[in-house]
């Protein structure tokens, strides 16, 4: 027998992704920031090769030029005679860079971490848990400064540093759901079964962490943008002559009374990339929640 189409898609059902992304495809300002923030990243990676300027390379008859159209300089230059357009793309590669790495790393030792000590529960969770807090008392500023001033301001020490003190939210987000997790039927039925505790933890409780760890995901990549841009502006995040937002905007501010556009493209810029990853961050807490189903 034919069923009329509606009654077989309401037969068939929607699994929670796919109803997830139906729905996160009508909040439109979470469809906008998502189709921005692809449009500045891949702005970020083609653009500098499409510009006839290097991103360190001076025109000397052109310094502190506002933006014009006549030279090729659209954004304008710095002091140093330095293309900002370029600048700017070759900065938000950078700083989308550190931000994606560090969050992901940030991220995986979270879950691990808190997946472990929900899980295991008793004096090694209790032990884990203090470990967190301990690292919470530690002030963040002071020791990124620290390690930041003895092992170097590489790219990658950067990354390091930031993730050392991101990862401590996600931890304690990740330790609550498996607190809830671990006294699951499918759970007890993997322990009745002799499955060991490492394959129960990463086959049957991080998976159903996903939503709460894709949401988090997105609040936690703008704040670590925003403390690379902030070590950056102290002059403790990348160094010349690789540039970032942060190192942009610390360049702006010097000079914000004579050349204000040399602040106010990077800044707006930063701004807009933080914005969207607020506003995807809120569509997939909608999206995933499973009480708007």
Known sequence: MLTPPEIDG?????????????RFARNKAALVSLLLLALIGLTCVIGPWLLPYAFDSADWNAMSTPPSWQNAHFWGTDDAGRDLLVRCLIGGRVSLTVGLLATLSSVTLGIVWGATAGFMGGKIDAFMMRVVDMMYAIPYLLIAILLITILGREFYLVVFTITVFSWMDMARVVRGQTLSLRSMEYVEAA???????????????????????????????????????VLSFLGLGIQEPMTSWGVLIHDGANAMEVTP???LFPAGLL?????????????LRDALDPKER
């Open 10 to 22: 309401l037969v068939q059902g929607r699994s929670l992704w796919s109803d997830a992304r139906v």
């Open 191 to 229: 322990r009745a079964m002799g499955v060991s505790n490492t394959r129960i933890i990463f086959r049957h409780i991080v998976p159903n962490l996903l939503g709460v760890v894709v949401i988090y995901t997105t609040v936690t990549v703008p704040g670590v943008i925003l403390t690379e841009s």
């Open 261 to 263: 556009w040399i602040l």
């Open 271 to 283: 701004c807009i990339t933080l914005y969207c990853f607020n506003f995807i961050g809120d569509g």
